[in-house]
């Protein structure tokens, strides 16, 4: 038992620690009231994953830690039979497992046994739930139970899972004390693949006002208490990327010309803008190309692709072709082929040739930029390397 710690009870790291069994241990009233620093959750398990090893924890219990459970790291991990309760202020289980894909089978998630007392806890992060998943994390949720989540009375905000750039898929799933409503998908990239356990038939949903995650093909799905539809539902899950511009010194999560009156052209016709986010959603794989609407208006810029959201399946490009206005011709567009921030010296890039016509552009896309003189538009392919853009 790891109990009333003032960062994690346990901590489990692949590369240095040798047992491979964790089973039956306990991590209570583990928080360090004083760090506020970002990624500092104080979890009741943290579990550093770098290796090729599928990492197993059962058997355990995890309350009124700042975190439940933190699998960091690229590697994948199997939860079964942990019970996670009363993370007021946090979240039952954060990941920061960028590719990385973790398992919970029969595990118990509990929002609150009982009202917290002021002055226990910090109640400023104010979103207690069972999943958070960040930075293009996945999760498999076998048979989980999820007991007072959504408007219990005893916390404000107490849904299952909170944002963002995640997929979760869940199968047989017990409610208790909670409605579908405690789903609750935010506006920043979550994706669920539901079975019926949830009242709603089986599939992908999105929240309602993200079409831009889906195709077209997608339906109006699972009413509220208005009846106003919560979700899309489709058949077909897409990856998709964010895609940010920057200016060299710019901030990187922060640029002016993203807000909501700057769009994007989808080529099926979706017209939208990622007002709360600082880029935009875009699905790769070929389905769609895009429009930018607004470019920045200096002399150099970049443009990064991030890809989120569900992987794309063996042999599919994890690329997608853009254009954006531009009055003149760039003098140069490169490609950053070794992005390395402790890179010394800087980082390698590879000048791409510009070509003639769009066909030749659409031959070679990836090596290649094109430049639409009476449009005033300019053609390019991103994928998760950077682009430079002189004019």
Not at 146 to 158: E, K, P, R, V
Not at 273 to 282: T, V
Not at 328 to 336: A, D, E, K, Y
Not at 340 to 360: G, I, N
Request: net charge negative; proline share 5%; hydrophobic share 35%.
């Amino acid at each position: 038992m790891a109990a009333a710690t003032t960062a994690h009870g346990f901590w489990y790291d692949s590369v240095s620690d040798g047992p491979t069994v964790f089973r039956g241990n306990i991590a209570h009233s583990g928080y360090a009231g004083s760090i506020k620093t970002d990624f500092v959750r104080d979890a009741g398990l943290q579990v550093t994953n770098v290796g090729t090893q599928v990492l197993e924890f059962s058997d355990s219990l995890f309350y009124q830690n700042g975190t439940g459970i933190w699998p960091s790291e690229l590697g994948a991990g199997v939860f079964r039979n942990i019970t996670l309760t009363d993370h007021w202020g946090g979240f039952g289980v954060v990941m920061d497992t960028s590719g990385g894909f973790n398992t919970f089978e029969n595990c118990l998630f509990v929002g609150s046994t009982r009202r917290p007392v002021k002055g226990e806890r910090d109640f400023d992060i104010g979103d207690g739930g069972a999943m958070l998943i960040q930075y293009s994390g996945q999760a498999d949720l076998v048979s989980p139970t999820f007991a007072n989540y959504g408007d219990n009375t005893l916390l404000s905000t107490n849904d299952i899972f909170v944002e963002f750039q995640a997929e979760y898929f869940l199968s047989g799933a017990r409610l208790i004390g909670t409605g579908v409503d405690a789903l609750s998908l935010p506006d920043t990239g979550i994706s669920y693949l539901l079975d019926e356990s949830f009242g709603l038939p089986r599939g992908a949903y999105v929240a309602s006002n993200r079409p831009q995650l889906l195709g077209l093909e997608a339906e109006l799905a699972g009413n509220d208490e208005d009846g106003n539809p919560m979700y899309l539902r489709t058949a077909t899950v897409h990856g998709y990327a964010m895609m940010r511009t920057h200016v060299p010194g710019g901030d990187y999560f922060s640029e002016p010309w993203h807000s909501e009156t700057n769009h994007v052209r989808r080529s099926d016709g979706l017209r939208y803008a990622d007002e709360q986010i600082d880029g935009y959603r875009m699905i790769c794989g070929g389905a769609f190309s895009y429009e930018l609407e607004t470019a920045p208006p200096h002399p150099q810029f970049f443009i990064t692709l991030d890809n989120q959201g569900t992987p794309m399946p063996e042999g599919v490009s994890q690329t997608l072709v853009f254009s954006l206005p531009m009055v003149m011709s760039p003098t140069h567009v490169s490609r950053i082929v070794d992005l390395d921030e402790d890179a010394v010296p800087a980082p390698t890039s590879a000048r791409l040739s510009q070509v003639a016509t769009k066909s030749a552009f659409d031959a070679a896309p990836l090596t290649s930029w094109y430049y639409d003189s009476i449009a005033k538009r300019l053609y390019l392919m991103g994928d998760e390397r950077w682009l430079i853009i002189q004019r």
